[in-house]
């Protein structure tokens, strides 16, 4: 049986102190699953923000079990799934 998967755009904080474009959004693909208790994820969000005076765009979403996704933890959720 294939987990059904959901595709969102997230930030990437890990160029934080380079000379690269800060902060970065990355489109990934993951879970549609919680990965703490295996309920569903809830429905991806457009999120806009500013970021030291630029306008970015990302999703978020609310579990309906009440688990938090963080961001750097999707981005490592994502890693791991192609690899």
Known sequence: MTTPTMTVRVIDHS???T???YPAIRTVTIAAVCPQCGGPRGEAQHHRFNADGEWLSCDRWKN???HVDM???VLVEARRAVE
Request: glycine share 16%; net charge neutral.
């Open 15 to 17: 160029r934080w102190g």
């Open 64 to 66: 309906p079990c009440g």
């Open 71 to 73: 961001y750097d933890a």
């Open 19 to 21: 000379s690269a474009p």
